[in-house]
């Protein structure tokens, strides 16, 4: 295995060609952008940057070190781009869902509104005859003494 230094001065010179106009440089640094899974990176290593070891191909800082990469270099994968754009449509879809849901319980809410109306007017329809009834009651048994008979 290189050095770290030696093979961060690699990496830079390869960096430094593409920048200058090197096509195969270029292509090196494109083909990152297509690589998903450890074994994908260590044959690009091994094929652009021979004797320079990315992580384990079976590390657990395998995903972290190609999240770190990809934000680095500004790159965002094929892969995760596709994956981002199916997340993005099924949330969409549920949205509209959601929405959809929405509008048709207003609308039952709307439709169901005289009715709720009538049945507050018959509850207070009925509040007022106990109203009446109790105080015809009490005048009742105020004329008569008090006296249930």
Do not use: C
């Not at 109306?117 to 329809?125: H, N, R, T, V």
């Amino acid at each position: 295995m290189i050095p770290m230094n030696d093979s961060l001065t690699r990496w830079l010179h390869l960096v430094t060609a593409a920048v200058q106009g090197d096509l195969a440089a270029q292509a090196a640094l494109h083909a990152t952008a297509t690589l998903s899974t450890p074994a994908e990176w260590q044959q690009w290593f091994t094929q652009y940057l021979p004797g320079v070891t990315g992580p384990g191909v079976d590390g657990p800082g395998v995903d972290a070190w190609a999240e770190n990469w990809w934000r680095l270099t500004g790159v965002v994968p094929r892969v995760r781009y596709l994956a981002l754009e199916n997340e993005n449509q099924r949330l969409q879809e549920q949205v509209a869902a959601a929405e959809a849901t929405n509008a048709l319980l207003r609308s039952q809410l709307l439709a169901s509104a005289p009715a709720m109306q009538a049945g507050k007017g018959m509850q207070s329809m009925l509040d007022e005859m106990v109203k009446a009834q109790s105080q015809w009651l009490e005048a009742w048994r105020a004329q008569s003494g008090g006296e249930d008979k």
